[in-house]
């Protein structure tokens, strides 16, 4: 029997190089909590590159989604508006302060949340539209931002795959009100667990910092602009530790080369599957021309969920580890108890039966990408 043995896996964290010297550093230098060195580095470098008006770190994208709830101050069966086919915690966050996700359908072309169904979704207990950057290819954010400007909605990017990803000559993250980043150990730029608030309306900032800070305004008293410090509003441990920071900061140090490789394996495999896209076999991604992806994801779609589980086996035998995801939410047991879908969502259910990851990661070799496309082409040869 042959081994089925991983040789290609799905995912392979990187290690840029630096982050023992600069966890070494944090250590000596004797801050260990939040908010010091390495967290202002990498939030300054965050803010400069991506151009937005203040970023806070957290201990995932998850925590900057909460905040962001928080901040826009959603209660009680306020209604927020977000594609049915994303992660957990694009709904989580607002439910936990008592809002109902709404959910949509996405487009065919990029999975990202058709926005030609937003206002139909609009009702006047709308209070925000959270779009989720699918593969890190950016959402229609012209038409979300003016459909939230109309009827005076807050826009929450999920930016949880899509750092350094470009909009128009814009970072995503820094065009809604809010942007939401996620150092998870499976994305681009990585700290194991990890993320990152972006706000971009300059009025939020005094206010996040204190939800930051667990409820208190901690960072005033540290400028000196309060003689003691005390509990002020609401808030929780939203701040992660000093070695976080230096983990990071050694990633972000690496970030443009990361990027630049991730791109490079993004277009050799769709350089070398177009053929089996013009016979009609699968099909590949999507990328418009006024977005520029960041290569988080590399996807295929194939004809249904029987031909997926076959291509999955195979692939397998060959040592390939290929995945797939989301399992809708409009139709999870805690999207029916907490949310609701508008709309047909035909899309997201076919999507979600026939979409493929493939292998993508730093270190994987021109070698390793010709592996996974000879397994696909004598899967479909056959
Ligand atoms: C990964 C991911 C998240 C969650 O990120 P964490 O940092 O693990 O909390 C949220 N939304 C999307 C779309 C993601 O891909």
New binding site residues.
């Given amino acids: 029997m042959s081994s089925n043995k991983i040789t290609i896996p799905f995912n392979k964290p990187f290690i840029a190089g630096k982050e023992f010297y600069h966890i070494a550093q944090a250590v000596l230098s004797g801050q260990l909590s939040g908010n010091g060195l390495y967290t202002k580095l990498c939030q300054d470098w965050l803010k400069c590159k991506i151009n937005c008006k203040k970023v806070l770190l957290t201990h995932?994208?998850?925590?900057a989604?909460e905040m962001a709830a928080i901040l826009c101050d959603i209660r009680a069966d306020d209604e927020v508006i977000m594609p049915s086919f994303?992660?957990v915690?694009?709904a989580n966050a607002f439910v936990l302060r008592g809002g109902v996700p709404i959910f949509i359908d996405i487009r065919d072309d990029n999975l990202n949340m058709d926005e030609s169904l937003i206002e139909d979704a609009i009702s006047p207990k709308t209070k925000a539209i959270v779009p989720?950057h699918?593969a890190g290819v950016g959402c229609d954010m012209e038409r979300i931002m003016a459909i939230a400007e109309k009827h005076k909605l807050f826009v929450i990017e999920?930016t949880?795959?899509g750092l350094l990803s470009c909009y128009k000559d814009r970072h995503l993250g820094s065009i809604g009100h809010f942007g939401?980043l996620?150092?998870?150990e499976?994305?681009n730029i990585i700290s194991g667990?990890?993320?990152a608030l972006l706000i971009n309306d300059p009025e939020f900032i005094e206010r996040a910092e204190i939800i930051w800070g667990k409820g208190t305004n901690r960072s005033q008293f540290f400028r000196g602009q309060v003689e003691k410090y005390t509990w002020v509003d609401i808030g929780s441990s939203f701040l992660p530790s000093e070695l976080m920071g230096a983990f990071l900061y050694a990633q972000l140090e690496a970030a443009d080369k990361i990027i630049a490789k991730r791109r490079y394996l993004f277009q050799r495999y769709m350089d070398r599957l177009r053929p089996l896209e013009l016979k009609g076999l699968i099909r590949l991604p999507y990328i418009d021309h006024a977005c520029e992806s960041n290569g988080h994801i590399f996807y295929i779609l194939v004809h249904n969920l029987e031909e997926r589980d076959l291509l999955i086996n195979q692939l397998r035998k060959s040592g390939i580890l290929a995945v797939f995801h989301y399992v809708p939410l409009h139709s999870s047991p805690a999207g029916m108890k907490y949310g609701r879908a508008c709309g047909g969502m035909s899309v997201t259910n076919d999507v979600s039966d026939r979409v493929l990851r493939l292998p993508l990661y730093y270190e994987m070799t021109d070698a390793e990408v010709e592996s996974v496309v000879t397994a696909l082409y004598g899967f479909y040869n056959k």
Avoid: R, W
């Fill in positions: 995932s994208c998850t925590a989604l994303t992660f915690s694009t989720v699918y999920d949880a795959q939401c996620s150092f998870h499976t994305k667990e990890g993320g």
